[in-house]
């Protein structure tokens, strides 16, 4: 099978594009565990100082999990360690580069998970946003997308999303705060051009003292999403005990 996930560089501006289409850029649990070794290898690397994360094609920037890796996704549930989004979230949240999301599409489940990990998100004029879990008999809640989100957008409007499972267009995403900008899909490529190069105008080591302003916050950070995987293990088995 095809590496999961293009990786490409210019200059000091390194591009993750998540390459599974076919399935509108679902991901496995290990690919995302595979992601967050990614982030750490780019954080690590003196020549990066902005990272992209996108998905590949028109029509999504990731639709979550891949349901039908479900040997996989019982396996994570079952066990004790990281998620694979959980791991990403952590390692993006400790990162001392700037990450930015180009949501090129729809954006969706444990997508929603990966646009939190990043310090700002720009999107085409007709990207889609939802949390759609509790209409999906997978025995799964976005807990851990939503600790990703919160601080980000209202517990309000974090209750709607995961309760309603309702679509949100790109324009009420910004409303929202889910994203910094909409813009029309063919202006897509320069706008996410033009914040990556408005960022490396930050003198070096500004934009990752700044960033690592936030690290007191960390230990919290930490704890909160691994609470969310261990109650989204329980709901995970209270579902499955239901039948």
């Not at 066990?79 to 390692?91: D, E, F, I, K, M």
């Not at 004029?125 to 990703?148: N, Q, R, S």
């Amino acid at each position: 099978m095809s590496d999961p996930f293009f990786l490409d560089q210019t200059g000091p501006v390194a591009r993750i594009t998540i390459a599974r289409p076919e399935r509108r850029n679902a991901l496995t649990p290990a690919e995302l565990h595979g992601l967050a070794d990614i982030l750490d290898r780019l954080d690590r690397d003196e020549d990066v100082r902005v990272v992209v994360l996108t998905g590949q094609g028109e029509r999504a920037f990731c639709a979550g999990l891949n349901l039908k890796a479900e040997e996989e996704i019982a396996a994570e549930m079952s066990g004790s360690g990281p998620t694979g989004l959980g791991a990403v979230l952590r390692r993006a949240q400790s990162m001392s580069k700037p990450l930015i999301g180009r949501i090129n599409g729809a954006c969706v489940a444990g997508g929603v998970g990966l646009l939190s990990a990043c310090d700002l998100a720009l999107a085409g004029a007709d990207a889609v946003f939802a949390l759609p879990e509790v209409e999906v008999e997978v025995g799964l809640y976005p807990f851990v997308v939503i600790e990703g989100l919160r601080g980000r957008v209202s517990d309000g409007v974090l209750a709607g999303l995961a309760g309603t499972a309702r679509k949100v267009t790109a324009a009420e995403a910004v409303t929202l705060g889910l994203i910094a900008q909409a813009v029309p899909r063919d202006e897509l490529d320069a706008a996410t051009e033009q914040v990556a190069q408005r960022t490396l105008q930050i003198p070096d080591g500004q934009a990752s003292a700044l960033r690592t302003a936030y690290a007191p916050h960390m230990k919290d950070f930490t704890a909160r999403i691994d609470a969310a995987e261990t109650r989204t293990r329980a709901y995970r088995q209270a579902k499955l005990a239901q039948g």
